[in-house]
């Protein structure tokens, strides 16, 4: 059953690409203000 470890990988990819994401906008947001 290898859909199953599929779509936990991919909730987990999604997981960190989300708070890559979020990371990324707050440095942004951080330089612009200063």
Known sequence: T???S???SL???N????D???EAL???Y???NN
């Open 15 to 18: 997981w960190l690409g989300r």
């Open 6 to 8: 599929e779509d936990m």
């Open 30 to 32: 951080g330089l612009t």
């Open 26 to 28: 707050l440095k942004l």
């Open 11 to 13: 909730l987990y990819r």
């Open 20 to 22: 890559a994401r979020l």
């Open 2 to 4: 290898k859909g199953g």
